[in-house]
């Protein structure tokens, strides 16, 4: 395959050949340690998902918000010590456990935690979970829906930061090792961004009831039990 210098990359860049992929077989590899620590960087990245509307109201202070609720579900689950077993997903865990997701005892304070509210966020659009006995009303069944959007937006927009940085990892590679990289994150990243717009969609939805724009019409399933449930999880499935 031969491409000018001053062509565009044959990888979809929309860079110059000559600053892009020429000579790339020659450049330094990723090393793992880069790799390990870009992971952790973007994992611990700062924002808060409050509205727009409100964002004018933030605080400076990002802090660890919770997705499962610590005050009830994770205190009800933790061993005597505070520590509900849990899955640590990032590169240096999967690396080390070589790619088997093995539970691990994790703090309360820490468990299903995330930087993606300020302070004061976290605790006025989510005190009617934190401070108030749950009774499954549509205040409360709505802030537990938005917690898992604004998780699951994290953590999708942190995946499409790693498939870029994984663009890198065909340095040093030949030809069809270079081609095959950069095709594997092509498509990554055209899923990614169609769960993103989907995300997007829903949560501009939800911000719309949460400041009393619109009613919305959503619909809640709450299963009671007369005892603690062992495991407790917040989620929303977007592929």
């Known amino acids: 395959m031969k491409i000018g210098r001053n062509k565009k990359c044959w990888c979809g860049s929309g860079k110059k050949f000559k600053h892009c992929h020429y000579g790339r077989e020659n450049e330094t590899p990723v090393s793992q340690g880069e790799a390990i620590s870009y992971s952790q960087k973007n994992a611990s990245r700062k924002c808060c998902y409050a509205p727009a509307d409100l964002k004018h109201e933030c605080s400076k202070k990002i802090i660890n918000a919770h997705t499962v609720s610590k005050s009830s579900s994770l205190k009800e689950i933790a061993d005597e010590s505070n520590h509900v077993f849990g899955l640590k997903i990032n590169l240096a865990n999967i690396i080390k456990n070589e790619g088997k997701l093995i539970p691990e005892k994790i703090g ?19 005190s009617c979970i934190e401070d108030r006995e749950f009774v499954g009303d549509d205040e409360q069944c709505l802030a537990l829906m938005y917690r898992s959007v ?38 990554q990243q055209k899923a990614i961004n169609a769960a993103l717009s989907e995300l997007s969609e829903l949560k501009s939805e939800l911000d719309d009831q949460l400041l009393g724009k619109s009613v919305g019409n959503l619909s809640h399933l709450i299963i009671d039990s007369t005892s603690p449930m062992p495991v407790a999880v917040s989620s929303i499935v977007s592929p």
């Open 108 to 126: 309360i304070n820490q468990a299903s935690t995330f930087k993606g509210f300020c302070s004061k966020h976290d605790k006025s659009l989510f």
């Open 150 to 187: 604004a998780k699951e937006l994290y953590a999708k927009e942190g995946g499409l930061n790693n498939s870029e940085f994984a663009k890198n990892g065909d340095k040093g590679k030949h030809l069809l090792g270079q081609l095959s990289i950069q095709n594997f994150v092509a498509d």
